[in-house]
């Protein structure tokens, strides 16, 4: 019952350096997304995917990349880590009908520092 | 430009009486509205959701309420619980179908049940 996993949970970086923030889901979900949430903002898209090979721009994509090569995974890659990039990093899934709601489904998020 | 704002950072209620978040929205393109939770070092969960040609939609002790032409809503929670202790974020998109792509947050309430 894993639903969607992101990892690492804790990372801290220094300024200049990249890494990658691993999401993967398991309902066969055809939309995935990135948020980040900062203090006093709510959450802010990233980037979001409609399916595999498929990804676009959201409100704040500056400095991030994604790639969207399977259904299951949404890889966040940060290429050059800045200081602005520290937040909490949420992935979230969703499937094409989107069910009565369309709600989203979150994992649990990942916190990035950046030094 | 904050097209959803909670201008409430927070709210405190009794155990047993109604607590109140309110959300305002700018965006005249916005038709659907959701309600998320999110406990400390969780990532959200769905809560409530109502499409503009409603203006109520209730699920056990959470109702929202929907005011298209004042762009306003706000969830009612009664009778309000310890366990409801959360952040709670609205939400908005274009429609049910774009909610799982593109969809945009208030800052978010910080609602506290005291026992």
């Known amino acids: 019952n894993a639903g969607v996993t992101q990892t690492p949970k804790f990372q801290v970086l220094k300024t200049g350096q990249s890494m990658t923030l691993q999401c993967a889901q398991d309902?066969?979900?055809?939309?995935m997304s990135w948020y980040r949430q900062d203090p006093g903002m709510g959450l802010r898209l990233i980037h979001y995917?409609?399916?595999?090979?498929?990804?676009d721009q959201g409100e704040v994509p500056n400095g991030y990349n994604v790639s969207r090569s399977t259904t299951e995974d949404f890889p966040l890659r940060l290429l050059s880590a800045a200081p602005s990039q520290t937040s909490v990093y949420f992935c979230?899934?969703?499937?094409?009908?989107?069910?009565?709601?369309?709600?989203?489904?979150f994992g649990e998020g990942s916190r990035l520092t950046v030094l | 430009d904050q097209q959803v704002k909670q201008n409430s950072p927070s709210l405190s209620v009794q155990e047993g009486r109604i607590s109140i978040l309110n959300c305002d929205y700018t965006?005249?393109?916005?038709?659907?509205f959701l309600w998320y939770k999110k406990y400390p070092a969780e990532g959200p969960t769905f809560l409530i959701s109502?499409?503009?040609?409603?203006d109520k939609n209730e699920d056990g002790r959470f109702t929202v309420f929907l005011n298209k032409s004042a762009k306003h809503l706000s969830l009612h929670i009664v009778p309000s619980q310890p366990g409801d202790s959360a952040v709670y974020f609205c939400?908005?998109?274009?429609?049910?179908?774009?909610?799982?792509?593109?969809?945009?947050f208030g800052e978010g309430t910080q609602l506290t049940v005291n026992p």
């Open positions: 979230a899934s969703r499937n094409r009908q989107g069910g009565l709601t369309g709600e989203l489904f």
């Open positions: 309902m066969n979900h055809e939309y």
């Open positions: 995917s409609v399916g595999a090979g498929i990804t």
């Open positions: 965006n005249s393109m916005f038709d659907y």
């Open positions: 109502i499409s503009s040609i409603k």
């Open positions: 939400a908005a998109s274009a429609s049910p179908e774009t909610s799982g792509s593109r969809l945009t």
